[in-house]
């Protein structure tokens, strides 16, 4: 980098380059919506059939090349506000150094020198000629600044130490932009799509790659963005998303989508279009993988005679697969599977009228500690909002299991519940699995410790829901907790956390199959008697209610479906733990009547 190309530099040029990168992002952001919630979506509500299988294919295929245009536009914007901000950084420094040079009498050459003019020390018999002088960037040898130093001092004329510092601010200022364009060149040809028509799991694997080349070059330029307030509550979160400009919040959806998407506060859509570039990064890194590793042999058992009957074992062949590749090939296949049904729920959104899927939480640590948040419909503009919280054996692998497509299809089913219920309002429905649920009755479902690390997290969550609904006039969207089973103990726990002092975030809470909610009165949990729900199955879930009740999850031996508890005790025809949300059953017709705020067409005990 040469000083006449640097002093020719125009920052606002490439800023402007990176807001028409983000407007193509933007754009295509616009057509993926597009696709996903009205062409997409109609297609499944309206058709079937080979042909309407066949658009959808090509449909789903074509979003996914919207959005990973969306994301590397979205890197290439970025990297270019972090170059323009490198460069900019320089050019203002050389620009100071050349104004400080003229200002002293001398002269910067275009090649970097500084000429200065002729000068007298104080008490000199005559005035020593200039002269011209070149810059060393960088001097830090202690010797070469000795040499240096002594030379200004001895040299008759002033001006040549003044012109030694300006060619040296000169000399770091070009070694500076250089280093800069140095760092980036790389960096801004690596944003480049392969040649062809089809997003392969290879281009999503780049794209993190590009991100964490981004954001290394760019440190700089990240650190000088406000930062999220440290250990924010959900109104500080809130607040310091309100005041970053639109390029800000283009830049952090960029280079932190991982953060971002966990940051209670934040709008609903901004939450879901952060998680969603995780979600395809995690989706494609994961199946690649899992590609990668030899498939375990098809002869797994054989037959051996051990004494005077037959046993069936391993295979040695499969045996030599398993102790290299099992463990992570089981792994692998576990995280696919919660992978494959968080895309299943996606892919059904039209379906019966079903709104589109919002990720407000993902994060896939490995086998039983993933964390999933989806929304059906944008909570942020509902009328009617409920959280589901499941309880023991929940995992991202098994959230969508079975034909009901398990806790998310629940959340489904209560959707199409309380829509029902709520004629021309806007129902949103939550499956919230933000905490480590346990894997076994005895005896992790007998502590309470999951629901202590569970409790205030789900408070975190809703405190900011509220906060990302909340009106002007302070009004926000009508909200019922919902808490199955061990699900219903961390509702308890959260309900009981934060301070008295906190905004208002729920309205009803509503248990099924309860073993407690470490209360023993409906009152103790903030919203009044009259809004607690509860209701209970038939003998396996009397077996957890009074499980719970022997283990101490309810205070004082108390659940929520004891009379002396003091809610509302509703009807319901569960065919076991797990019937709550049957289709067509009077159980989830008593959930959505909750969650429309309908409190006269509950059935109650």
Known sequence: ????????????????AADAYRAVGDAAMTAKDTIDTKITAGIRGELEGKAADAALGELKELSKNFHYAQTECGLVSTALNGFAFDLGAAKRKLDAAIADAQAAGCTVNPNGSVSF?????PGADKTAEGGTVTGSAGMTDPTANAIERQAINIHPNPNYGKAIEFANRIADVLKEATEADAKWAPKLRALKADDDLKVSNRDWTDAQSDMS??????????????????????DQNAEWWKSLTPEQRADYLAMQPD?????????????DEANRVVFAEKQAATQMELDSIPKPPANEWTWITAGMYPAKVHTDEWMEWDRKYGDRYRELETSMKGINAIQSRFDRTGTGGLPEAYLLGFDLKGIGDGKIIMANGNPDTADHVSVYVPGTYAGIESIGDGDDHGDLGRGERLWAEGSRFAPGQKVSTITWLDYNAPDSILPEATRGQYAEEGGPRLYDFLQGNRAAQENADGSRAHT?????????TVVGVSAQSGSWKDPTAVDDFLFAGSPGVQADHAADLGVGADHVWAMGGPWDDQVVRQGGRLMG???????PTDESFGGNIMKNDSDGHSGFWDEGSLSIRNQGAVIAGRYDRVELE
């Open 117 to 121: 003019p002729p000068g007298a020390k």
């Open 1 to 16: 980098m040469d000083l006449e190309t640097l002093r020719a530099f125009k920052q606002a040029e490439y800023e402007e």
């Open 553 to 559: 999850l309810g205070d004082n031996w108390t659940i």
């Open 259 to 271: 953060r971002l998407g966990g940051l209670n506060g934040l709008p609903s859509d901004i939450r």
């Open 213 to 234: 080349g981004v954001k290394d070059a760019g440190k700089s330029y990240l650190d000088s963005l406000p930062k999220p307030p440290k250990d924010g509550t959900p």
């Open 480 to 488: 019922t907790v919902i808490g199955h089973s061990y699900g219903s």
